[in-house]
């Protein structure tokens, strides 16, 4: 006969008899996790798992640091003839994809997008929770302190975990798209700092055999140009703040559903300690695709028209202060029109596991609607729009420049207008709907 306090078959359940079992251990130490909506150090063990083997990148160190560090001097001085949106001081740096996965793993990289949209979903995960399932995830409150508090506690950390593998996911693969940090159009870490991701840049340069000096130059204007958007205008972060958080308000999860696909991409308790078996279970399947909800699709298109502008606006900028100085300005941007074009891996991952689609609809409005502004009222008055949030361009406006112009007037003392509304440039037909 067993003893009772033995943990044998039939006998009192002791958790610390299983202490020595790699399985469990490993199982504790994520249900035990009370950092936060997103498990960070489950996210950069899946993104070093994505980015294994690609070792450090070519060209990063001290030396392609400084060279980056003089173009983006450089850079900064180009910029000040053409805008009046003043310069950021912060690091200029040339990162390999292990040290830029490390910075944005975190809540102020990919984070600051991903934490509230985790926040939300757990609890809406938790507020839609079945009887029957609350009561057997809280049956689970004497495993060690695991869920001691309750099925809340315990699902938290169960999507923290869930939550962690999606976010390293993301990051491992866009530690192989992105060009620069402000590449996805936000920055990808604290917004004072620029610079290269990886081997990108070059191999996207050889490809195309571009000048690879060139070639840097011109993406350290658009690094540059990018800063003095989120780190110099003060509102801004925090007007993207609430727009994440407005989308994460939106979500309405269903446990069932969601524990009904993850059962039938073969994942159960047993996988989270094996994260990367859960990867790629998310990586090979569409089961699991967040689709946003009516109230997020609003919210969606609002960041959309804000990454469109911001996009544009740089693209602007950074052509009128190059437009001289670098030979191969028309091919640098033609490249990278078609790059945008199509969503990478990491950006097709954000919209498939956390619903979060950044890119624009159509990629060329925001362009349209940067060069008629200009063309109406100059680039002053297109810097106009970093004055207030609630001057930027709405999606409607940005598919119809005219709108923002006459509200943009509409606010002006006439004191203050001393460039007419000129005529507008013929806007192409075929623009589309964002």
Not at 66 to 89: G, H
Not at 185 to 191: R, Y
Not at 319 to 346: M, N
Request: overall charge negative; glycine content about 12%; charged content about 20%.
């Amino acid at each position: 006969m067993s003893d009772p306090g033995s943990g044998g078959f039939g006998g009192v359940f002791d958790p610390r008899n299983f202490a020595g079992i790699p399985f469990l251990q490993e199982l504790a130490k994520i249900l035990a996790w009370n950092g936060g909506p997103v498990n960070w150090e489950l996210a950069r063990q899946i993104a070093a798992s994505v980015t294994s083997g690609s070792g450090r990148a070519l060209g990063a160190g001290d030396r392609a640091s400084d060279e980056f560090a003089q173009a983006v001097s450089a850079a900064e001085l180009w910029l000040d003839t053409v805008t009046n949106l003043p310069a950021v001081e912060g690091p200029a740096r040339v990162l390999d994809t292990t040290e830029w996965v490390r910075l944005t793993t975190s809540s102020v990289g990919l984070g600051f997008y991903l934490e509230p949209v985790a926040k939300g979903s757990t609890e809406a995960l938790t507020k839609g929770l079945p009887d029957e399932l609350g009561t057997l995830l809280g049956g689970m409150g004497g495993m060690g302190g695991i869920g001691a508090g309750g099925p809340g506690q315990l699902l938290g950390a169960v999507g923290a975990a869930l939550q962690g593998v999606q976010a390293g996911t993301v990051a491992g693969h866009l530690s192989h798209q992105l060009l620069g940090t402000y590449d996805l159009g936000v920055p990808t870490l604290e917004p004072h700092m620029v610079g290269l991701v990886g081997d990108t840049a070059r191999r996207f340069a050889s490809d195309y055999d571009f000048d690879q000096t060139e070639f840097r130059y011109w993406l350290a204007l658009r690094e540059a140009a990018h800063r003095r958007q989120f780190a110099g205008v003060d509102w801004l972060r925090g007007h993207v703040a609430t727009l994440v958080g407005r989308f994460a308000a939106g979500a309405d999860m269903n446990p069932e559903r969601l524990f009904e696909s993850l059962t039938g991409m073969g994942l159960d308790a047993s996988a989270l300690s094996d994260p990367s078996r859960v990867r790629e279970a998310l990586e090979g399947a569409e089961g699991l695709r967040m689709e946003p909800t009516p109230a997020q699709r609003t919210v969606l298109a609002q960041l959309q028209a804000l990454v469109s502008f911001t996009e544009a606006w740089v693209d602007t900028v950074v052509r009128t202060a190059a437009a001289d100085k670098l030979p191969s300005l028309a091919r640098f941007e033609e490249a990278v029109r078609r790059r945008r074009a199509e969503k990478g891996p990491g950006e097709r991952f954000l919209e498939q596991l956390v619903g979060l689609d950044l890119k624009p609809g159509d990629v060329r409005a925001g362009q349209a609607f940067c060069d008629a502004v200009v063309a109406a009222r100059g680039q002053r008055g297109l810097d106009r729009a970093w004055q207030s949030a609630d001057l930027l361009p709405l999606p409607a406006e940005i598919a119809d420049p005219s709108r923002w112009l006459l509200r943009l007037a509409a606010g002006e003392d006439a004191t203050e207008i001393d460039d007419p509304v000129g005529e507008l440039p013929e806007i192409p037909d075929d623009l589309g709907e964002l």
